[in-house]
C-alpha cells in the first residue's frame, strides 16, 4: 500500500512534521543556490546622462558623492574616489 508524501507527513506529530518542513527548506535552499548565478550586465554605464545638470539628493543635502565613475568630474558637485575617502580615515 503505497501512500503519497503528504499522507506520510500527515502521520507525523506537529513536532516532527515542523522538522520535515525545516529540512525541506534548508533543501529548497541548497537548490536555489546551486543555480548559476546570472552574469551581471553593465551596460547601463552613462544611461543617466540627461539627468546630469538636474538638481541631486546630493546638492539638496550638501552630500559628497563617492563613486568610481568618471562622469560624476563633469558635474559641479564632482565626486570623491574610494581611494580620497579612505585617506580622510587614516
Same mark, same amino acid.
Given at each position: 500500500?503505497?501512500?503519497?508524501? !503528504?499522507? $506520510?507527513? !500527515? %502521520?507525523?506529530? *506537529?513536532?516532527? /512534521?515542523?522538522? +520535515? /518542513?525545516?529540512?525541506? /527548506?534548508? #533543501? =529548497? !535552499?541548497?537548490? +536555489?543556490?546551486? $543555480? *548559476?548565478? %546570472?552574469?551581471?550586465?553593465?551596460?547601463?554605464?552613462?544611461?543617466?546622462?540627461?539627468?546630469?545638470?538636474?538638481?541631486?539628493?546630493?546638492?539638496?543635502?550638501?552630500?559628497? #558623492?563617492?563613486?568610481? @565613475?568618471? @562622469?560624476?568630474?563633469?558635474?559641479?558637485?564632482?565626486?570623491?574616489? *574610494? %581611494? %580620497? +575617502?579612505?585617506?580622510? =580615515? $587614516?
Amino acid at each position: 500500500m503505497a501512500t503519497t508524501l !503528504q499522507e $506520510k507527513i !500527515q %502521520q507525523l506529530s *506537529p513536532e516532527l /512534521e515542523r522538522e +520535515v /518542513e525545516r529540512f525541506i /527548506e534548508f #533543501i =529548497l !535552499q541548497k537548490e +536555489v543556490l546551486r $543555480k *548559476p548565478a %546570472q552574469k551581471l550586465k553593465q551596460d547601463w554605464g552613462g544611461a543617466l546622462k540627461e539627468f546630469r545638470d538636474q538638481y541631486t539628493v546630493a546638492e539638496k543635502h550638501n552630500l559628497r #558623492i563617492v563613486s568610481f @565613475d568618471t @562622469d560624476f568630474d563633469k558635474t559641479e558637485r564632482k565626486r570623491l574616489t *574610494p %581611494q %580620497q +575617502v579612505l585617506q580622510t =580615515l $587614516k
